[in-house]
């Protein structure tokens, strides 16, 4: 008995020091364990499946994409719109759909000639207008105002071809974005626009590209509160990281497997339940454990 109890604290301090954690028992470990074993079943291409058929920020994406019918003006909408997406008033799902309900083709039709350099000009000043008046996005209105500001000379620039380019280099993406705000590129905003910025740039160049693994997980508060399950205490970033080089998932889609089903809302539970029984029991595997 007392081997076995030497032997188990030995696996938690090895534990604890490969993922920067305090695990204090072995149920801990178990449930690590567990969470590795679902999430190397389900690998990048479920992952994949989630985002496409489960998460209601991707859907509200399509519907804007189909509405504006203007690449360019809806990377640039969804990329603005992600980096003041934090300090919400309500939750990630309502206000994408706020985002996405926008008469946004208000842009293009102030715009007799369709002239990209007005779309640019109009764009900065209908997004401004669209966040002060928002219903979900109310917190810290000056101080997103400023990161539009200190966005728009960098953003009004890229062509529809650049844009591609950042789609294939989404490292790039995030170090030129992190610089342009003079944050940190872990910062939950700068990682979290890679994620919407790929999800659009899928629908509108017609290809999967995955996440780079050097993207880290967007740590925002259900991600946080879920990670609280493995470890106490702890750097949650570097936890996700060992546990995507392990399973060999890109944070990025780690985060789309988690975070929808981690919600509260229906409709999610209603695509979920959609899947194929194997892969809803594995979410639903995760989410309880
Ligand atoms: N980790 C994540 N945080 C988010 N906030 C938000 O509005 N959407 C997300 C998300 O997809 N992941």
């Known amino acids: ?109 102030n715009n007799n000639n369709n002239d990209n350099r007005n779309i640019n000009n109009n764009l900065f000043k209908e997004y401004i207008l669209f966040l002060s008046n928002s219903k979900g996005n109310k917190r810290l209105n000056n101080v997103k105002i400023k990161r539009i500001n200190k966005i728009t000379p960098f953003l009004k620039d890229l062509s529809i071809s ?42 509108v160049f017609k290809k999967f590209i995955p996440y780079p693994f050097e993207i880290e997980i967007p740590k925002d508060s259900r991600i946080e509160k879920y990670t609280k399950r493995f470890a106490n205490n702890g750097d949650v970033i570097t936890f996700w990281n060992n546990i995507s080089s392990e399973v060999g998932i890109p944070p990025l889609h780690i985060d789309s497997i988690l975070w929808s089903a981690l919600g509260n809302s229906k409709d999610v539970k209603i695509h979920l339940k959609s899947l194929d029984n194997k892969l809803y029991n594995m979410i639903e595997t995760l989410i309880h454990l």
């Open 1 to 109: 008995m007392k081997n076995t109890d030497k032997t188990d604290n030995n696996r938690i301090t090895n534990i604890n020091k490969v993922y920067n954690i305090e695990i204090n028992s072995m149920d801990d470990i178990n449930n690590i364990n567990i969470l590795k074993t679902i999430l190397k079943g389900l690998g990048i291409k479920s992952a994949k499946i989630i985002e496409e058929n489960v998460d209601l920020q991707y859907r509200y994406l399509e519907n804007l994409q189909k509405t504006l019918n203007n690449d360019e003006l809806f990377l640039k909408l969804v990329i603005l719109n992600a980096i003041v997406s934090y300090q919400l008033s309500t939750t990630g799902e309502k206000w994408w759909k706020e985002f996405s309900e926008y008469p946004w083709n208000n842009i293009l039709n």
């Open 162 to 203: 650049d844009l591609e380019n950042y789609y294939h280099n989404m490292n790039k993406f995030r170090d030129d974005i992190a610089k342009e705000l003079n944050t940190k590129k872990s910062s939950k905003t700068v990682v979290f626009t890679i994620k919407m910025f790929g999800y659009a740039s899928r629908m």
